[in-house]
Nanobody
Framework: QVQLVESGGGLVQTGGSLRLSCAASGSTFRINASGWYRQAPGKQREFVAGISVIGATNYRDSVKGRFTISRDNGKNTVYLQMNSLKPEDTGVYYC?????????WGQGTQVTVSS
């Protein structure tokens, strides 16, 4: 099974930036797609950004132009660069990996944007 460890969350002011990382480890696996989701208090988890096996990316409309998803295949790590952060970006951010061993979720990392 693939294990995911996230890092990079924290408290930032409006307009600030954060970079989230998600490192995958485990027995031999092949990552097919990766993504980031978030969940605000009292709300359902929502898709934020995704990157396919060929590197194609997609984003929810509210983060387009501000967030960038990328990956380092050699390190089995996925990143989410978040710029121009807004209070409505606040939430727990989860990494999601789809591999040949199934779907894995990270433990989540808190992002708080103060106004």
């Amino acid at each position: 099974q693939v294990q995911l460890v996230e890092s990079g969350g924290g408290l930032v002011q409006t307009g600030g930036s954060l970079r989230l990382s998600c490192a995958a480890s485990g027995s031999t696996f092949r990552i097919n797609a990766s993504g980031w989701y978030r969940q605000a208090p009292g709300k359902q988890r929502e898709f934020v950004a995704g990157i396919s096996v060929i590197g194609a990316t997609n984003y929810r409309d509210s983060v387009k132009g501000r967030f960038t998803i990328s990956r380092d295949n050699g390190k089995n790590t996925v990143y989410l660069q978040m710029n121009s952060l807004k209070p409505e970006d606040t939430g727990v951010y989860y990494c999601n990996i789809k591999s040949d061993q199934g779907t894995s979720w990270g433990q989540g990392t808190q992002v708080t944007v103060s106004s």
